[in-house]
């Protein structure tokens, strides 16, 4: 029995905490995963606006959805979305309906409307109370809203609000993951008010709690103990901004209870399941007698109708009265199945503090041996102990009832014989398994093209039909290429960059030579010289130094030579100190894990910086920038880092790189300003445009022509010249990272990575590091490698996305798994690579330069005043 439960607990993964900040994936209404029948309205205004064509970023049928006629304040149309399981929603982007300059109708504000079980609803409310959200101003741009706080639902419905009559249509993408916890509601008592002489009050409810609220007692919904927010060391401390003290822990006073000396929480599951463990977030601030739980017990429901089971689970935790820190406490369940738990923590001090609870569970339901005998519910009037478990006691009547006797034999039996079969397979997959590591894959040549087809001469007009932009593989009819179906054989470990290492054979020495020559290496990343073998299992999968390619506000840093970012204080920065009550902030542009970039307007900056400003001509007052901004609970680390960026961003002055103006540092929170272009980024203008023809259209779309994809071209490459010759490396160049002004000059930016719409541009390494993989060279990925030869193979991409108007991701018919899985035929150099084919836009020359740019070998690359000099000729002076 023991060699089986431990079989099974290695054989099935437990499911972890979500993190709202890295739940943020598409969930299918662009790509088509959520298909129209799952997709349903209140009303329509005409067939092709019906609810199927309310997809962000495509424009069949008439564009978009359209309620029928006029909506008034009064209305309540409603589109609706069947997501198909639980899942943890997190972003809602809405468009309105542009259908090619043909309409202009669109949301200007919205409810979100959500349920679990399609029966009952419940509305979104924002941390402060807010019901409405910020919609579009216009038919075209996508707009994204974070949702604070973040929902668990299988139906949603958005639901538009206008305050004049007027026409309405959206279109509609939804983000988050699947909500694998199946947690559906909890129930316990409401929070209380800490009142202590000498601190501040702090209220310890359940303020996003979507249940019921009935004699001081929450029931049937769940709340900020699932929400992912996890609560700091110092209680009093909140994670969120303007709310009140104690908002991130739901928790209660010992002596102020009905039942004193223990909280009995009750939890409901979406199905049965087999559980392994709980997790409970709890704090430890023993000074403010605050502890973890001393001990807690559970009681297992198989079913809704049953009744308790008589047997609980019991753990006891170890108390620490050294340290403070807030921590979670996991609580062994022994794999018991059940649909509903109800559990007693028990008080250790005079108040107990949850911020966060989890299950880990199995999907297999397996038999869990019982005792015979089912006592009351734990919640029998008067109870306030723990009940003692109890047992079948065979002398309790005068002899044993042999008529069950043969039945219980029977079933022991039939468990046991199971159990067998069980192991027998899972021995016999572990060993099917092993054998299949060992064969070499196999791609079928018939399975692999090439596209190395030359572009005419001639410009196309249009352009063929391409799936959307998007980091999942479509599944619409542009996705029935016949050359992108099954392209590699999929393996799961590529998900774990521990196991990559082995993937591969070990680097030859042309491999190496390629690998360690050229360009500029990150001080940190594994080193090798010519002639000189890597030690250990080849290639190295650099991790620790991935997961570096991402600052502290979430924009990415560069790598530069270990010389420029030494340690350093506020005295060291040389930028001016910008008064920060003139910054006038007008939008979140993105964030990472310790702060935010923000679009503001800068009043009295151009005066500020006085001549030579790098600024743009403008009326003098004021000036669009874009803020980096750390929060004040950041890491002292963080700070460094910060401190770092700045001094990094000091050394950049180039007319075709994103300049440091100023700084607020003299206070928290520290602030870098710096510039921002009012066309906003290269991806977002490009994928609004098309072609000048001789063609007249009698809507009139906003055209580039083949010289301005030219000169932005090379702006780029003479940005990109100037951080070569200081030894930058970039690591993350691309459309989204360039900024773009009314004359079409370009700035170089390094914050698109921040930025959730540009989420699927980036693959994640379990939810830790943000890759741009379709960016990236093969040595990158494979090694975390990343020099100036790497930035050319990005910047080969970037001209790749820029003929074709950014109207397609690259390798879009390639999910994250096969490009990563392309990056291994690249290094193996057997033909089998794919590389992306050549734009109908761009003259052969051009493409055949893109080819050069990612050559497998390091040493044939281009450098970047190669490619200066190669793109100049082609524009006018």
């Not at 006797?405 to 069980?422: A, E």
């Not at 890597?534 to 506000?553: C, K, M, N, S, W």
């Amino acid at each position: 029995m023991h060699l089986f439960l431990l079989l099974i607990l290695h054989a099935t993964a437990a499911v972890g905490q979500i993190d709202p900040a890295h739940c943020r994936y598409a969930l299918g209404m662009e790509d088509g995963r959520i298909r129209d029948e799952d997709i349903t309205a209140s009303s329509q205004w005409y067939e092709t606006t019906g609810p199927q064509y309310a997809r962000l970023n495509r424009e069949e049928g008439e564009g978009a959805w359209c309620p029928q006629g006029q909506l008034e304040p009064s209305d309540t149309q409603y589109l609706q979305v069947d997501l198909g399981r639980l899942t943890f929603l997190t972003v809602v982007g809405t468009q309105g309906r542009y259908a090619r300059n043909s309409g202009n109708e669109f949301a200007r504000a919205y409810r979100l409307n959500y349920s679990r079980d399609s029966v009952l609803w419940k509305s979104w409310k924002s941390r402060l109370g807010k019901e409405v959200i910020q919609g579009n101003k216009n038919a075209y741009e996508s707009v994204i809203n974070d949702l604070h706080p973040p929902v668990i639902a299988r139906h949603v419905r958005l639901i538009p609000v206008t305050k004049p009559s007027t026409a309405v249509c959206m279109r509609v993408e939804l983000y988050g993951c699947p909500w694998d916890d199946g947690l559906i509601s909890y129930s316990a008592p409401e929070g209380q008010l800490l009142m202590a002489p000498g601190y501040p009050v702090a209220s310890l409810n359940d303020s996003t709690y979507d249940g019921a609220h009935e004699r001081r007692r929450l029931l049937g919904g769940l709340g900020q103990l699932t929400d992912g927010v996890v609560g700091l060391d110092d209680f009093l401390v909140t994670r969120q901004l303007q709310v009140w003290l104690g908002y991130d822990y739901l928790g209660w006073r010992n002596d102020s209870l009905g039942a004193p000396g223990h909280v009995e929480m009750d939890f409901l599951f979406d199905k049965q399941r087999n559980f392994t463990s709980m997790k409970v977030h709890s704090n430890n601030m023993f000074s403010r007698g605050v502890k973890i739980f001393s001990s807690v017990t559970c009681w297992f429901k198989p079913r809704l109708i049953a009744s308790w089971e008589a047997e609980p689970v019991t753990f006891k935790t170890v108390l620490d009265d050294r340290n403070p820190s807030a921590r979670y406490v996991t609580v062994p369940l022994r794999r018991r199945a059940a649909r509903a738990l109800r559990c007693r923590f028990f008080f250790a001090d005079v108040w107990m503090m949850f911020s966060e609870i989890s299950f880990q569970s199995e999907d297999t339901i397996l038999p869990t041996l019982m005792t015979l005998s089912v006592t009351p519910s734990p919640a029998s009037e008067g109870s306030t102990a723990t009940p003692a478990p109890t047992t079948a006691d065979p002398s309790a009547s005068g002899r044993p009832d042999d008529g069950n006797t043969p039945i219980l034999i029977g079933c022991l039996v039939t468990i046991i014989l199971l159990l067998v079969i069980i192991i027998f397979l899972i021995l016999w997959c572990q060993y099917v398994c092993k054998v299949l590591e060992k064969a070499p894959r196999r791609i079928l040549d018939e399975e692999v093209t090439v596209r190395l087809s030359s572009c005419s001469d001639t410009i196309v007009l249009q352009t063929p039909p391409v799936p959307p932009r998007s980091g999942h593989t479509a599944t619409g009819p542009t996705s029935t290429d016949p050359h992108y179906e099954r392209v590699f054989l999929l393996d799961p470990q590529y998900q774990n960059p521990a196991v990559l290492r082995n993937k591969l054979p070990e680097l030859s020495q042309s491999a190496e030579a390629s690998a360690c020559g050229g360009g500029y290496a990150e001080p940190d990343v594994t080193q090798c010289t010519p002639h000189q073998g890597f030690h250990g299992p080849a290639p190295h999968y650099a991790e620790t130094d991935i997961v570096r390619l991402q600052g502290v506000t979430g924009s990415n840093m560069y790598a530069v030579p270990a010389l420029t970012v030494d340690s350093l204080t506020r005295k060291d920065i040389s930028a001016a100190e910008f008064p920060r009550q003139q910054l006038v902030f007008r939008e979140k542009l993105g964030e990472g894990q310790f702060g935010e970039v923000h679009l503001c307007e800068a009043e009295g900056l151009p005066e500020f910086l006085g001549e030579g400003s790098p600024l743009p001509d403008g009326d003098g007052c004021s000036v669009l920038v874009a803020v980096k901004q750390l929060r004040p609970d950041a890491t002292s680390q963080a700070r460094n880092d910060f401190l770092k960026e700045i001094k990094i961003m000091s050394r950049l002055n180039d007319p075709n790189i994103i300049r440091l103006l100023c700084v607020c540092v003299t206070s928290d929170p520290l602030c870098m300003v710096t510039e921002y272009m009012e066309n906003g980024d290269l991806n977002m203008f490009l994928s609004q445009r098309e072609m000048e023809s001789t063609l007249t259209h009698a809507n009139s779309i906003p055209s580039v022509s083949l010289s301005d994809l030219l000169h932005m071209s090379v702006q780029i490459s003479s940005g990109m010249k100037y951080l070569a010759s200081l030894n930058f490396v970039h690591r993350d160049l691309a459309t989204r990272n360039c900024l773009l002004d009314r004359r079409l000059t370009i700035k170089i930016a390094d914050f698109g990575m921040s930025r959730n719409l540009y989420s699927s541009d980036y693959y994640r390494i379990q939810g830790r590091a943000v890759l741009p993989i379709r960016w990236m060279a093969w040595e990158s990925i494979l090694l975390g490698k990343f020099t100036t030869a790497s930035d050319v193979w990005a910047f080969g991409v970037t001209l790749w996305e820029i003929f074709t108007l950014c109207k397609e991701q690259p390798y879009s018919l390639l999910s994250d798994e096969q490009v990563i899985e392309n990056t291994g035929e690249f290094f193996r150099n057997q033909g089998r690579q794919i590389f992306l084919y050549a734009p109908p836009l761009c003259p052969p020359s051009l493409f055949e330069l893109m080819m050069r740019c990612w050559s497998r070998d390091i040493p044939d690359r281009p450098t970047f005043e190669g490619l200066y000099q190669a793109l100049r000729p082609h524009v006018g002076p």
